[in-house]
């Protein structure tokens, strides 16, 4: 199993057993007060039981954030550099025609 199927496949099983755990919970007949001790208390048991596992999956989610985060500035940058290109490019035919015309000018008579 490559690195991001694995990565996606632990982050759906960690979502999916809070997710049991906080519907469990929730819907017991117990009292909120009851009900909140125990989910803080499974919170907490489940972060002790998969510690190391909730830190690689933090670490390699803010890997990919970061991965995305410069390859979306590298692309920002290209595209602002093409637009730049563009009005430099359309500046300069600008200034060929109105250098053209004047130079038309000066040669009339």
């Known amino acids: 199993m490559s690195k991001d199927k694995s990565f996606s496949f632990a982050m759906g099983l960690i979502a999916g057993v809070v997710g049991g755990i906080v519907a469990g919970v929730l819907y017991a007949p117990k009292s909120g007060e009851e009900s909140r ?24 989610a803010f890997e990919s954030v970061d991965l995305m ?9 290209k595209i602002n550099n093409s ?27």
């Open 83 to 109: 637009v730049k290109s563009k009005k430099m490019h359309k500046a300069k035919e600008l200034e060929d025609i109105v250098n053209g015309e004047n130079s038309d000018n000066e040669f009339d008579y």
């Open 37 to 60: 001790k125990e989910l803080k208390e499974a919170a907490c048991e489940l972060y002790e039981k998969h510690a190391p596992q909730i830190e690689e999956a933090k670490k390699q």
């Open 69 to 77: 985060r410069y390859k979306l500035e590298r692309q920002f940058r």
